[in-house]
């Protein structure tokens, strides 16, 4: 069945350090794949997507690539902020329209 | 509305008490969706209703959840004879049209503790 994996946080980083939280997947058919982020007490909120190979997804300078050949979908900012700190989860959808979801990674932004 | 609400925020019931949880999706979307979100799993998929089709019940965990989905719009979760191991967050979502591969809107949960 599908898979979602990705690295365990907590991910501890300076404010405008450079981030990458990876993600892999496995999954039977042509997914699409998002990020989405939970700010503490709060619900999901959804911060990117990508629907095919090779397309990159972008918002609020996070960006995650569509890599079929490695069967990623690392997410990627430049200079993080202290309102960055949050949970964020790896999905993936396929044919079968429920979302599967990794363990989610904790980021702790510092001043 | 404007996006996917859920009642009540939180919920601290007795075990053994039945709960009712209410969902109310983006106005238009045909698909709505519950999961739960706990410390030792994750985000687990619950139910999942599309238009009028039956829904799908795979990923509840025990015949103590139920959900129903009145009109096509609003649905309740119901867990009968609660236990400590229900405590979790409950998360319903929302998408246009229930197609693979769509994006779902999630509501802010549904925060449950089981005493």
């Known amino acids: 069945g599908d898979s979602v994996t990705q690295m365990e946080g907590p991910v501890t980083l300076s404010e405008e350090a450079f981030l990458t939280i990876n993600c892999t997947y496995t999954?039977?058919?042509?997914?699409?794949l998002f990020w989405y982020v939970q700010y503490p007490g709060e619900g999901l909120q959804l911060l990117l997507k990508?629907?095919?190979?090779?397309d990159k997804g972008s918002n609020k300078g996070f960006e995650a690539t569509y890599r079929k050949e490695t069967t990623s979908f690392h997410l990627e900012k430049g200079s993080v902020q202290v309102s960055d700190s949050a949970v964020y989860f790896c999905?993936?959808?396929?044919?079968?329209?429920?979302?599967?979801f990794g363990k989610g990674t904790m980021l702790l932004v510092s001043p | 509305g404007a996006g996917v609400s859920q009642s009540p925020s939180n919920k601290v019931t007795e075990k053994g008490k039945d709960v009712e949880l209410r969902c109310d999706p983006i106005?238009?979307?045909?698909?709505l969706y519950w999961y739960r979100q706990s410390l030792g799993q994750g985000l687990e998929f619950l139910i999942y209703?599309?238009?009028?089709?039956?829904?799908?019940k795979s990923g509840l965990p025990s015949d103590r959840f139920s959900a129903e989905r009145t009109g096509g719009s609003v649905s309740t979760l119901t867990i009968q004879r609660t236990q400590q191991e229900d405590s979790a967050v409950y998360l319903c979502?929302?998408?246009?049209?229930?197609?693979?591969?769509?994006?779902?809107?999630f509501g802010p949960g549904t925060r449950l503790l089981v005493l």
């Open positions: 999954a039977t058919g042509y997914p699409s």
């Open positions: 106005s238009g979307h045909t698909a």
């Open positions: 979502a929302s998408s246009s049209s229930g197609q693979g591969r769509e994006t779902q809107y």
């Open positions: 209703f599309q238009g009028n089709s039956a829904p799908d």
């Open positions: 999905a993936l959808s396929d044919t079968y329209s429920t979302l599967t």
């Open positions: 990508a629907t095919k190979a090779d």
